[in-house]
């Protein structure tokens, strides 16, 4: 996903520089430190042609040397000085600057934990990565060095404009005929520098995305013959990347002509009124050795300005991208005074007229969903693709919020819960499991941190991964690498339930856990679960006749509404649809075939 490029100009980019105060508020002694001796560097560096001014028209025009070297030694001091101070200017924002950027990085993370599935739904992963990684380096290179000289060289053009004037008034009229033509070709390229430089950001996010994508899917792409496919696509967004950085490039060619030709036409100006009002003997030798050691001084912070006013419209980009992020609103949340979870938690679950309808979408996911499971049942959810299953048992934990009606715990609105404590109370297994570059143990225990390993060998033993696990180099401490694509589907499934089974939570939501496993290890797992689901509230979407009677009772989904509640032979006995779903569903199962025994 892509926002539209923000305002360009320097109303924007001081608008999207507004994000930084409160992440710098905190070291301003420090970077404040640093700019006074940026400052003072800067002075320091002027005050050479001024001591300058002073041999030519003392010590040499009277042919004086005894004071020659106390002044060539006053030279030598303001130099050192602003070596000193340049290096404490270093040493002062070096820190600050990546305490910034490490402040910004963690808070956007933790707002990525805080937001809703939804979000992470519309947004695609190498986006989200690009803001978190390319463009906060860009704002610590802001707050380290380019923002803090924007505001220094702008200082020392001032006032080395100033001591210009001082020297001849005459400079003055001259600085200030190349200062405006400077400043309105500085503001023009730099407006559109802005929208160009937005551009390549958002282009950078969407390569990541599809570096991400294919390393993620690099099974699939092989195995399809996709790999020259993705080649191109990559090598396109590339080449696309490489054009907006060619523009970005020639506007800045065209900033350093506007920047480099001005000045060195100011140059040429001085010297030329210079040298006429020496042979006219209204200007010192002096002050014009003087005025042009100032202008020449003044080369840098002048043309340095527009590449200064480019780096700071990139870090404003980079703050609006970071901003559309951070800024997403946060609709799951806690209640402003959570309910207590009820003690001992029973586990009943009641969906009350529930409907589900995603953003911008034209019809509902689910309408009027009424079921009841009591306390300790197990409750199976079936139905064609698209009837809403996976939908629904992510409301329980509120992954996403009802858009009508309430789903209750106990009897209260899981709305009206704590979210740490509705999670604690409900665990989750998905179809497609989701495992982190870790160990085995951290993988199980991902929500319950610190259980002993007893526990964590029980969990495995339910979901019959102790097997596997035990024969693997290191246990427990084996890493499983990104993704666990080591392992295959199978073994990944089971580790995933293993961690949803590790809590002996009160309420259990499972979808569909156990496709990816063979006939005989699906046995197993499905006899060790009726021992976990007897004391628990569980809610199991299935696709497989077999999981089905795990169930106490089974719903049955069509079009966003429960069509059919019973148990399993009763529905089989009074239902068609019901027979004509399974049959379909184990049609399924026999052409899936083994695949628990196929490594990834």
Same mark, same amino acid.
């Given at each position: 996903?892509?926002?539209?490029?923000?305002? !360009?100009?320097?109303?924007?980019?001081?608008?999207?520089?507004?994000?930084?105060?409160?992440?710098?508020?905190?070291?301003?002694?420090?970077?404040?430190?640093?700019?006074?001796?940026?400052?003072?560097?800067?002075?320091?560096?002027?005050?050479?042609?001024?001591?300058?001014?002073?041999?030519?028209?003392?010590?040499?025009?009277?042919?004086?040397?005894?004071?020659?070297?106390?002044?060539?030694? !006053?030279?030598?001091? @303001?130099? %050192?000085?602003?070596?000193?101070?340049?290096?404490?200017?270093?040493?002062?924002?070096?820190?600050?600057?990546?305490?910034?950027?490490?402040?910004?990085?963690?808070?956007?993370?933790?707002?990525?934990?805080?937001?809703?599935?939804?979000?992470?739904?519309?947004?695609?992963?190498?986006?989200?990565?690009?803001?978190?990684?390319?463009?906060?380096?860009?704002?610590?290179? @802001?707050?380290?060095?380019?923002?803090?000289?924007?505001?220094?060289?702008?200082?020392? $053009?001032?006032?080395? #404009?100033?001591?210009?004037?001082?020297?001849?008034?005459?400079?003055?009229?001259?600085?200030?005929?190349?200062?405006?033509?400077?400043?309105?070709?500085?503001?023009?390229?730099?407006?559109?520098?802005?929208?160009?430089?937005?551009?390549?950001?958002?282009?950078?996010?969407?390569?990541?995305?599809?570096?991400?994508?294919?390393?993620?899917?690099?099974?699939?792409?092989?195995?399809? !013959?996709?790999?020259?496919? #993705?080649?191109?696509? @990559?090598?396109?967004?590339?080449?696309? %990347?490489?054009? $907006?950085?060619?523009?970005? %490039?020639?506007?800045?060619?065209?900033?350093?002509?506007? %920047?480099?030709?001005?000045?060195?036409?100011?140059?040429?100006?001085?010297?030329?009124?210079?040298?006429?009002?020496?042979?006219?003997?209204?200007?010192?030798?002096?002050?014009?050795?003087?005025?042009?050691?100032?202008?020449?001084?003044?080369?840098?912070?002048?043309?340095?300005?527009?590449?200064?006013?480019?780096?700071?419209?990139?870090?404003?980009?980079?703050?609006?991208?970071?901003?559309?992020?951070?800024?997403?609103?946060?609709?799951?949340?806690?209640?402003?005074?959570?309910?207590?979870?009820?003690?001992?938690?029973?586990?009943?679950?009641?969906?009350?007229?529930?409907? @589900?309808?995603?953003?911008?979408?034209?019809?509902?996911?689910?309408?009027?969903?009424?079921?009841?499971?009591?306390?300790?049942?197990?409750?199976?959810?079936?139905?064609?693709?698209?009837?809403?299953?996976?939908?629904?048992?992510?409301?329980?934990?509120?992954?996403?919020?009802?858009?009508?009606?309430?789903?209750?715990?106990?009897?209260?609105?899981?709305?009206?819960?704590?979210?740490?404590?509705?999670?604690?109370?409900?665990?989750?297994?998905?179809?497609?499991?989701?495992?982190?570059?870790?160990?085995?143990?951290?993988?199980?225990?991902?929500?319950?941190?610190?259980?002993?390993?007893?526990?964590?060998?029980?969990?495995?033993? #339910?979901?019959?991964?102790?097997?596997?696990?035990?024969?693997?180099?290191?246990?427990?401490?084996?890493?499983?690498?990104?993704?666990?694509?080591?392992?295959?589907?199978?073994?990944?499934?089971?580790?995933?339930?293993? *961690?949803?089974?590790?809590?002996?939570?009160?309420?259990?939501?499972?979808?569909?856990?156990?496709?990816?496993?063979?006939?005989?290890?699906?046995?197993?797992?499905?006899?060790?679960?009726?021992?976990?689901?007897?004391?628990?509230?569980?809610?199991?979407?299935?696709?497989?006749?077999?999981?089905?009677?795990?169930?106490?009772?089974?719903?049955?989904?069509?079009?966003?509404?429960?069509?059919?509640?019973?148990?399993?032979?009763?529905?089989?006995?009074?239902?068609?649809?019901? *027979?004509?779903?399974?049959?379909?569903?184990?049609?399924?199962?026999?052409?899936?075939?083994?695949?628990?025994?196929?490594?990834?």
């Amino acid at each position: 996903m892509s926002a539209d490029p923000p305002a !360009g100009g320097a109303g924007g980019t001081l608008s999207a520089l507004r994000r930084l105060p409160p992440y710098v508020r905190p070291h301003r002694a420090a970077l404040v430190g640093g700019g006074l001796a940026a400052l003072a560097a800067t002075l320091a560096g002027l005050a050479i042609p001024l001591v300058t001014w002073e041999i030519v028209d003392g010590p040499i025009a009277r042919g004086e040397t005894a004071v020659l070297p106390w002044l060539a030694l !006053g030279v030598l001091a @303001f130099g %050192l000085l602003e070596a000193v101070l340049i290096t404490v200017r270093r040493a002062l924002v070096a820190g600050p600057s990546n305490d910034v950027e490490s402040a910004m990085r963690a808070d956007l993370f933790a707002h990525l934990q805080r937001l809703p599935v939804a979000f992470h739904d519309r947004w695609a992963s190498g986006q989200l990565l690009s803001r978190a990684t390319s463009d906060l380096t860009t704002v610590r290179w @802001f707050v380290a060095f380019s923002g803090l000289f924007l505001v220094i060289n702008t200082v020392t $053009t001032v006032v080395g #404009i100033g001591v210009l004037v001082w020297l001849w008034p005459l400079l003055g009229v001259v600085v200030a005929v190349v200062a405006v033509p400077l400043t309105v070709l500085t503001l023009l390229i730099e407006r559109r520098y802005s929208v160009v430089a937005r551009r390549a950001q958002d282009q950078v996010g969407d390569l990541a995305t599809i570096v991400e994508e294919s390393a993620l899917g690099i099974r699939v792409l092989k195995s399809l !013959g996709r790999g020259r496919r #993705i080649t191109a696509r @990559f090598v396109a967004g590339s080449r696309g %990347l490489r054009g $907006t950085e060619l523009v970005k %490039l020639r506007l800045v060619a065209a900033l350093w002509f506007v %920047l480099v030709m001005l000045p060195e036409a100011a140059i040429a100006a001085i010297l030329g009124l210079g040298a006429y009002g020496v042979v006219q003997g209204t200007l010192t030798l002096g002050t014009l050795v003087a005025a042009i050691t100032v202008m020449t001084y003044l080369y840098w912070p002048i043309a340095s300005l527009g590449w200064l006013l480019a780096e700071a419209s990139s870090t404003a980009t980079a703050l609006t991208r970071y901003a559309e992020v951070r800024d997403a609103a946060v609709s799951v949340t806690d209640p402003p005074v959570p309910v207590p979870l009820p003690s001992p938690l029973r586990g009943a679950l009641v969906l009350r007229g529930v409907g @589900f309808r995603h953003p911008g979408a034209a019809r509902p996911v689910l309408d009027g969903v009424d079921l009841t499971v009591a306390p300790g049942e197990t409750m199976a959810l079936v139905g064609a693709t698209g009837s809403g299953k996976t939908t629904l048992t992510a409301l329980v934990a509120r992954l996403h919020d009802v858009t009508a009606g309430a789903v209750l715990l106990d009897g209260v609105d899981v709305r009206d819960l704590a979210l740490a404590d509705l999670r604690g109370a409900v665990a989750t297994a998905f179809e497609d499991p989701v495992l982190i570059s870790a160990s085995v143990r951290e993988n199980v225990a991902l929500g319950s941190p610190g259980t002993p390993d007893p526990e964590v060998w029980e969990a495995l033993r #339910i979901a019959r991964a102790d097997g596997f696990v035990a024969a693997l180099p290191w246990g427990l401490d084996t890493r499983i690498g990104e993704q666990g694509m080591s392992l295959s589907g199978g073994q990944r499934q089971r580790l995933a339930l293993a *961690r949803a089974v590790l809590r002996r939570p009160p309420v259990l939501v499972l979808d569909d856990p156990l496709s990816a496993l063979d006939v005989h290890t699906e046995a197993e797992v499905e006899a060790a679960l009726r021992q976990v689901l007897g004391g628990v509230t569980a809610l199991v979407v299935a696709h497989r006749s077999s999981t089905v009677q795990l169930a106490d009772r089974v719903a049955m989904l069509a079009g966003g509404r429960i069509v059919a509640v019973g148990t399993h032979r009763d529905l089989l006995n009074r239902d068609p649809a019901y *027979r004509e779903l399974l049959a379909g569903l184990d049609t399924d199962r026999d052409l899936d075939g083994d695949r628990d025994g196929v490594r990834a």
